[in-house]
T-cell receptor, first 114, second 114 residues
Framework: DQQVKQNSPSLSVQEGRISILNCDYT??????FLWYKKYPAEGPTFLIS?????DKNEDGRFTVFLNKSAKHLSLHIVPSQPGDSAVYFC?????????????FGAGTRLAVHP | DTAVSQTPKYLVTQMGNDKSIKCEQN?????MYWYKQDSKKFLKIMFS???????INETVPNRFSPKSPDKAHLNLHINSLELGDSAVYFC?????????????FGPGTRLTVL
């Protein structure tokens, strides 16, 4: 039972344009959401997060939007750069909270080309 | 200076063998995790320890036994390895500072069971 879904396995964007990565979740008890970025042969690295009490969080070129009614979040990267090419994982903090059980989506592979 | 390190990076072994993967973090974090990334690329939590105490134990076969000799180390021992154990295993740690929900991942250990 996939509680966190990233329905687009891949995305190709031109350098300088906006990249929009999407994530849907099913459990309304999730209270915290995170995006991780992963390069090949490396572990995921934290990118940006958002609490369920907010609808937007911005950090430089990265902005995460949360639509609780639609159980949907998205990551916007603008402008996109070739170094952004990686796999992006969406994660939600489990409803048990406390010890931070993160539930991950399957990831979206972003390719930024010149 | 690596924050979360894992050894070995690659592990190739025969079915039925017993193997261990080691994890160390130098971030001073209290909580550590083991995740498995399967062939479908999902990152799924297996175990979590907080100050050497087991706090999360997902539905994982008894052949998998985590051991935390101190809060900076969380090792994973696997008995009687099976073909289905082939995956990438990630260790992670989490602190209790300003961003308590951020988990920091190691580079992963790619386990191949022949």
């Amino acid at each position: 039972d996939q509680q966190v879904k990233q329905n687009s396995p891949s995305l190709s964007v031109q350098e300088g344009r906006i990249s929009i990565l999407n994530c849907d979740y099913t459990n309304s008890m999730f209270d915290y959401f995170l995006w991780y970025k992963k390069y090949p042969a490396e572990g995921p690295t934290f990118l940006i997060s958002i609490s369920s009490i907010k609808d937007k969080n911005e950090d430089g070129r990265f902005t995460v939007f949360l639509n609780k009614s639609a159980k949907h979040l998205s990551l916007h990267i603008v402008p996109s750069q070739p170094g952004d090419s990686a796999v992006y994982f969406c994660a939600a903090r489990g409803p048990t909270g406390g010890y931070n059980k993160l539930i991950f989506g399957a990831g979206t592979r972003l390719a930024v080309h010149p | 200076d690596t924050a979360v390190s894992q050894t070995p990076k690659y592990l190739v072994t025969q079915m039925g063998n017993d193997k261990s993967i080691k994890c160390e973090q130098n971030l001073g974090h209290d909580t550590m995790y083991w995740y498995k990334q399967d062939s479908k690329k999902f990152l799924k939590i297996m175990f979590s320890y907080n100050n050497k105490e087991l706090i999360i134990n997902e539905t994982v076969p008894n052949r998998f036994s985590p051991k935390s000799p101190d809060k900076a180390h969380l090792n994973l021992h696997i008995n009687s390895l099976e073909l289905g154990d082939s995956a990438v295993y990630f260790c992670a740690s989490r602190g209790s500072g300003a961003s308590p929900d951020t988990q920091y991942f190691g580079p992963g250990t790619r386990l191949t069971v022949l």
